[in-house]
């Protein structure tokens, strides 16, 4: 297993690009004192963090997650493509009160994202802000009993070997019941739109005042080529 980074990624990922955080704010719609407490380690991003710099970035999630680079032949679009984590595999985030370890970050533009979770929050106060993202997600308990929170339900209560499938654009908060430890695996689909090409770097000043002068040349017309006819000396 190997602790995920991702602060170190994002900054990497700005200075390779030449972007400000106020600038990667304003494409991911996350506040710029938090991307600085991310890139500081000051704080793990939540999954639903990472949905949102991966996809205003259009960057892949995994690229936020692994450090090594992606084995030859893992785009989406490779036939028999496979990943296998072995029982000490995984990209750790450490939480407050949670544990996610993401599996096969060695894959790019997978359909689902999965994690082996460890949940520590004995109530809500504990667990914070309800988490909300794009698609879908499918938990299922191994070890002890969570109780799922949702703006919609009342509280469901789930022993292991027991499973839910539920809309994640819905919030949702995971409770562990009991006194003993609280594990389950979660698969969250990705949603498409983050399978764009990378964004690409923004356009130096030099570019920018190239940008803003063609167009405003492709406004000018020609003349009818009657008007020209017309203008000609006899």
């Given at each position: 297993?190997?602790?995920?980074?991702?602060?170190?990624?994002?900054k990497r990922l700005r200075a390779s690009n030449q972007w400000t955080l106020a600038e990667v704010s304003k494409r991911t719609g996350i506040p710029a004192s938090t991307l600085s407490r991310i890139e500081n380690d000051l704080i793990s991003p939540t999954y639903d963090l990472l949905i949102r710099l991966s996809s205003g970035l259009s960057i892949d999630l995994s690229q936020l997650l692994s450090a090594a680079d992606p084995a030859p032949g893992t785009g989406a679009d490779q036939p028999g493509?496979?990943?296998?984590?072995?029982?000490?595999?995984?990209?750790?985030?450490?939480?407050?009160?949670?544990?996610?370890?993401?599996?096969s970050t060695d894959l790019l533009n997978k359909q689902m994202t999965p994690i082996m979770s460890e949940y520590r929050a004995r109530s809500l106060a504990e667990f914070g802000e309800f988490m909300r993202h794009s698609g879908e997600e499918f938990l299922f308990v191994l070890e002890g009993e969570v109780e799922l929170h949702t703006e919609c339900y009342a509280p469901l209560r789930l022993k292991a070997g027991e499973a839910v499938y539920f809309d994640s654009r819905m919030?949702?908060?995971?409770?562990?019941?009991?006194?003993?430890?609280?594990?389950?695996?979660?698969?969250?689909?990705?949603?498409?739109?983050?399978?764009?090409?990378?964004?690409?770097?923004?356009?130096?000043?030099?570019?920018?005042?190239?940008?803003r002068i063609?167009?405003?040349?492709?406004?000018?017309?020609?003349?009818?080529?009657?008007a020209r006819k017309a203008r000609r000396p006899a």
């Open positions: 297993m190997s602790t995920a980074r991702p602060g170190i990624a994002l493509r496979r990943s296998v984590s072995r029982q000490n595999d995984g990209d750790i985030v450490q939480m407050p009160f949670h544990t996610l370890k993401y599996l919030g949702h908060a995971y409770i562990a019941h009991g006194e003993g430890p609280c594990r389950a695996l979660s698969i969250c689909t990705v949603p498409r739109h983050e399978h764009e090409p990378r964004a690409r770097p923004l356009p130096q000043e030099g570019e920018v005042a190239a940008t063609q167009p405003a040349m492709a406004r000018v017309k020609r003349p009818h080529a009657a």
